[in-house]
């Protein structure tokens, strides 16, 4: 059991379980202030262009209901406008209620229409639920790990498809994050549900599991901490990791929000080196 100094809020203390182990985890409200408010801020970001997209969608997906067919010159001309507007969008594509990619677009990727991506999880997951999914990160059929965003399409009652935009969170995040970092802050990163790092400053990192990976396994009090985070919508914790330059352990602190869609749980984390006076 390891308590940590605390400086200027009241504590509480959380168990948290790893490796069949207890481990005692000091979680408080946070208090940076400058931490907390950058967070709200980057949340709001990524909120606006992920909705927005979202909203594109939709307002296709109604007009494809209103039409009540499946239009492929209205998609690809739809799809070359997101394309457009989206930065981050690696491709779209219209796929038809068997699971097959029938529309892509831009025209490098259309060498895929035809694939069969009805076992994905996000396939099933919107099949099942008939309501619009973010993916987990995932091995595209494309070559790369992306995150896919699908929204179903519904016309008299019966599920004919979906519209898909894949995209490289790599891309994605790092236009939103990589610019507000300062030399106070030691990381900026977002996490799955799962454990999986989708972006982190530290590209190494990016893809690495923090409950399975052999990098963080001497570190149970990290592990402990991100287990709290997937609990609680926001808050902070002390732990202990390598510094920068990987060649000394260091005490941290970090601090988290949750972004939600469609039931998809991404935790927003600003890490920054405990500093003693």
């Not at 308590?3 to 809020?9: D, G, R």
């Not at 990589?178 to 999986?196: A, F, K, N, Q």
């Not at 990192?205 to 991100?226: Q, S």
Request: aromatic residues 12%; neutral net charge.
């Amino acid at each position: 059991m390891r308590k940590f100094a605390v400086i200027a809020f009241i504590c509480f203390v959380l168990y948290s379980c790893n490796n069949s182990s207890e481990v005692t985890r000091v979680v408080y409200e946070p208090v940076d202030t400058s931490a907390t408010n950058l967070l709200g801020r980057l949340k709001d970001s990524v909120n606006r262009v992920v909705n927005n997209m979202y909203g594109d969608m939709s307002a296709f997906v109604d007009t494809t209901v209103k039409d009540k067919s499946v239009n492929e010159s209205k998609i690809r001309i739809t799809f070359g406008n997101w394309l457009k507007k989206y930065k981050q969008i690696v491709d779209c594509a219209f796929v038809d209620e068997k699971g097959i990619m029938k529309y892509i677009e831009p025209g490098e990727y259309r060498s895929h229409e035809g694939a069969d991506i009805s076992k994905q999880e996000q396939m099933l997951r919107m099949w099942q639920t008939r309501k619009p999914v973010l993916s987990y990160l995932f091995l595209a059929v494309e070559g790369f790990y992306g995150i896919d965003m699908e929204y179903p399409v519904i016309i008299d009652s019966k599920l004919t498809g979906s519209y898909s935009l894949l995209i490289k969170p790599s891309v994605f995040l790092e236009s939103i994050l990589l610019p507000v970092v300062t030399p106070d802050i030691d990381d900026i990163l977002v996490m799955e549900s799962t454990g999986t790092i989708i972006w982190d400053i530290d590209a190494n990192e990016v893809g690495r599991n923090v409950f399975t990976d052999t990098l963080y396994r001497n570190f149970p009090e990290l592990i402990a901490a991100v287990r709290i985070s997937l609990k609680q919508a926001q808050g902070g914790a002390d732990y202990n990791f390598y510094d920068k330059t990987r060649l000394k352990v260091v005490p941290k602190t970090m601090w988290w929000v949750t972004l939600n869609y469609y039931g998809t749980e991404w935790k927003l984390f600003i890490v920054k080196e405990k500093k003693f006076l």
